[in-house]
């Protein structure tokens, strides 16, 4: 950012990339992911030392795909636990090395502060859309014959993935509510750095108040502009494996976004230069955060200082000052902004078609095929 957080009490939000816990080729190995964490962390302490008020979010995709494999494999033997439950051991699991590292490399800079771990849950709603279309993959790959009997016996939305075999499918629901916002501000106000929302937060759902968990996996990016949103955070600071947003990603026409308003990162997602599958949620993110008054950043891993001091990374600004804009918002200094296209219009969404659905563990919702006709068509 243009203007640092030190002695300031600035608050940023950062949402970690999986790489910032597992590369490419790796297996996964307990060895594997602190060693990736702790350089990380080393990077997030630079934050701290240079005054800012952090609260870290991370994914967990891997961490849970792991444990859901270990639940097919050891079903015969040991209990398996819902998709909900794996969120909450991955929040933990991850969590627990986070602040460890965190922790290790705060004391080396003589730094007092300390760093919590908060298991969140994250509302979302029951009849939100994404529930009758599943389509995030999770856990392992099944053959057809196998992924077809899970339908008709588990009820299991089952989907073939790119040659690969079939994977369960699972709604990804807007997240709507930050269940434990009130604990992570007063830890953040008391001076703590927090670890939470990991993975997008565990999803759940409430039902007269009470709440219960369902299988579903919320986009931690989006998760994460909620809760910036919701704390009143300075910025937003998503980091990933490039340098910054590119238009033209990959072609010989590729270019990078330094510092662009929310108009112009919109025209240009508008003209589908951000593919759904990568970067385009982390910029959805950004937008909803800066239509809140912040300033967003993507940034490389590698980054975190000089992204924060405004000299690398995409920054994204609100087009003008709001009337009566605090000083969050002020003084942001916008470089060379490339030339915005304008945006194309887009057609009205077709709704989503009307799928079976059925109740199933503790009142969540599956999309699931109609069993009889599945069955019919079998005979």
Not at 260 to 289: D, W
Request: hydrophobic share 40%.
């Amino acid at each position: 950012m243009t203007a640092t957080g030190k002695k300031n009490g600035k608050t940023v939000v950062v949402a970690l990339g999986g790489n910032a816990i597992l590369q490419p080729g790796q297996v996964g190995t307990f060895e594997e992911q602190l060693f990736n964490i702790d350089g990380a962390m080393r990077r997030i302490a630079q934050l701290a030392e240079d005054g800012w008020r952090v609260v870290l979010t991370h994914g967990n995709g891997p961490q849970v795909g792991n444990l859901l494999i270990q639940n097919a494999l050891a079903a015969k033997t040991v209990a398996p636990m819902p998709m909900d439950v794996c969120g909450a051991e991955s929040q933990g699991q991850i969590g627990y090395m986070a602040a460890q590292t965190l922790a290790n490399h705060l004391r080396k800079r003589r730094l007092t502060a300390p760093v919590v771990c908060v298991v969140t849950q994250v509302a979302v709603d029951p009849k939100d859309k994404a529930f009758a279309a599943p389509s995030k993959p999770v856990g392992p790959f099944y053959s057809e014959g196998v992924a077809k009997k899970m339908m008709l016996e588990e009820g299991l939305a089952m989907r073939e993935d790119a040659g690969r075999g079939w994977r369960r499918v699972v709604p990804s629901p807007e997240p709507r509510e930050i269940v434990e916002l009130e604990a992570v501000r007063g830890l953040v106000e008391s001076g703590s750095l927090v670890v939470c929302s990991g993975g997008g937060g565990v999803p759940v759902v409430r039902s007269r108040g009470a709440l219960s968990g369902i299988d579903a996996v919320i986009d931690k990016d989006l998760a994460a502009a909620l809760l910036a949103k919701e704390l009143g955070a300075d910025a937003l600071l998503i980091l990933t494996d490039v340098p910054k947003a590119y238009v033209h990603y990959g072609t010989p026409e590729q270019a990078g976004l330094d510092t662009v308003t929310a108009s112009q990162m919109r025209a240009y997602a508008a003209e589908g230069h951000f593919k759904a599958g990568s970067m385009g949620p982390k910029v959805e993110a950004c937008l909803r955060f800066v239509d809140a008054g912040g300033e967003s950043v993507i940034a490389s891993l590698t980054e975190v200082g000089p992204a924060m001091a405004g000299r690398a990374g995409t920054h994204i600004v609100p087009d003008a000052p709001a009337k009566g804009a605090t000083k969050r918002t002020a003084g942001a200094k916008a470089g060379t902004k490339p030339k915005a296209a304008a945006p194309k219009k887009a057609a009205a969404p077709k709704a989503p078609a009307k799928k079976p659905r059925q109740r199933t563990r503790r009142g969540s919702v599956a999309d699931v095929i109609d069993i009889n006709t599945r069955r019919a068509v079998a005979e």
